[in-house]
């Protein structure tokens, strides 16, 4: 089956790309050519406008919550993945904290399972402990063979060092990086972000410093034992520092932002929305002034979106008990576009390595090419595409976002790969099969 994305304009930051206005011929799934195409090269071909659009390689979301096995009411392995290709994701890594743990292979060839029939890309993320109780590693060279990325305890921290250094030199066998959820559970019995907004709220908060004192420890532990640890949705002022400063020092350092943590303060908890309340909180404007620097100087590698889905009866709740979290497939390009790129915060390219490359490179994924006979792996953007949040047509089963009727600009319209396309609300199948 031959396909033309004709008029398209190409961009491959890794690999220093950039074309205008030119057509990328697609055979059976394959990249055949990129340029001016001859008659003979389209003859019988499926023909897509794309004009004014911008194709990427794929977009990759490093950290997101499929819930299967365990919590199917919330979401699935499918209807997530539905959800990520809606919104431009070509891959993800989904997280460990499902019912039960991603700790043995049988849920990781399950997942994988799952997911083997679909356009997206799923790579298990592996719980760091067993049952992520912090209290004995998992067993990591059997999760790793069976196809897992990296090792988090997601929605705690490991729960003591001598735990977190043991599974730093486990996972230093396989450079699988320490995914850390940062946060000192002692200090995080609360609703919010501790300061004037949880005071005059009455609700109970969470201290900065409680992200901040796991941050140090990680980095510290890291160190010593010459592990890569990945800071996962970073959200206070001093954390980025943090990180900046163990950078400075050639410590294996990565971190990561969600498009929440850089839009929305806890001014937003005002009206008592539940779809307000993660885990980490929001927090200041003090702290998404500092994540933006961190993010144009490097210092934060990606944007993920800590997809997390939740049941409407469970986040109609008293704001305190309501679980924390939000779905955040649908939104992530259009409001990195609209805070980041439209703001003039990243350029385009910088935005595609923060959205597809540095989630890769992470996770020792091979990055798309452009070039002849390799498998098409491509997001297709329209940077100039403007659309209101409705959270009633998104492909998630869940429904909690804050974003709902938000105004936005840019969007992905289409994403290719393993011989299948997504366009226009539809699967194209470009095996010919």
């Known amino acids: 089956m031959k396909v033309v994305l004709k008029n398209v304009d190409v961009i491959h930051p890794e690999d220093k790309i950039n074309l205008k206005g030119v057509s990328v011929l697609l055979n059976d799934g394959l990249i055949s050519k990129i340029g001016e195409l001859s008659k003979i090269d389209i003859e019988g071909s499926k023909e897509f406008d794309f004009s004014g ?13 499929l819930r299967e096995p365990g919590r199917e009411d919330e979401e699935t ?6 959800s990520a290709a809606s919104g431009g994701f070509t891959g993800v890594a989904c997280m460990p904290n499902t019912e039960p743990a991603i700790d043995t292979a049988e849920v990781v060839k399950f997942i994988k399972e799952q997911a083997s029939n679909h356009l997206v890309d799923v790579y298990p993320v592996a719980a760091a ?12 060279a059997e999760l790793v063979d069976a196809g897992v990325v990296a090792f988090s305890d997601d929605g705690v921290a490991i729960k003591n060092s001598s735990v977190l250094r043991t599974a730093f030199e486990y996972a230093n066998m396989f450079n699988a990086p320490i995914i850390e959820h940062c946060e000192d559970e002692s200090l995080a019995d609360g609703a919010m972000n ?6 005059l709220l009455g609700l109970p908060a969470i201290p900065s410093v409680a992200e901040d004192i796991i941050v140090s420890r990680d980095i510290l532990m ?27 020092k050639g410590i294996k350092v990565t971190a990561e932002v969600t498009p929440h943590h850089f839009t929305l303060t806890d001014d937003a908890l005002k009206s ?11 927090r200041t404007q003090e702290d998404i002034d500092a994540i933006i620097k961190g993010l144009k100087d490097g210092t934060i590698d990606c944007i993920a979106s800590d997809h997390a889905p939740h049941s409407l009866e469970e986040k109609e709740s008293e704001f305190q008990y309501a679980p924390n979290g939000i779905v955040g497939f649908e939104t992530t390009v259009g409001i990195s576009f609209s805070e980041l790129l439209n703001k003039n915060k990243l350029s385009l390219e910088e935005l595609i390595k923060k959205l597809s490359i540095n989630p890769r490179k992470i996770l020792n994924l091979p990055i798309p090419k452009f070039e002849a006979g390799e498998l098409a792996n491509f997001t297709i953007l329209d940077p100039n595409f403007v659309w ?15 974003f709902d009727k938000r105004l936005l600009t840019g969007k992905a319209v289409a994403v290719i790969n393993r ?8 699967w194209t199948d470009l095996s010919g099969a």
């Open 129 to 140: 402990s067993l049952g992520r109780k912090g209290e004995i590693i998992s067993p990591m």
């Open 272 to 282: 008592y929305d539940t779809n307000m309340k993660m885990n980490p909180p929001l």
């Open 77 to 82: 392995v499918i209807t997530g993945c539905n």
């Open 388 to 402: 209101t949040v409705d959270l009633s047509k998104f492909k998630c089963k869940s429904k909690n976002s804050p």
């Open 222 to 248: 890291a160190e010593y034992t010459g592990g890569r640890i990945h800071i996962a949705h970073i959200s206070t002022k001093n954390s980025v520092n943090l990180v900046r400063e163990a950078k400075k």
């Open 194 to 199: 501790e300061g004037i907004n949880s005071t």
């Open 419 to 426: 011989k299948k396309m997504f366009f226009d609300d539809r």
């Open 53 to 65: 659009k911008i194709l990427v390689p794929g977009l990759f979301d490093m950290h997101v919550h």
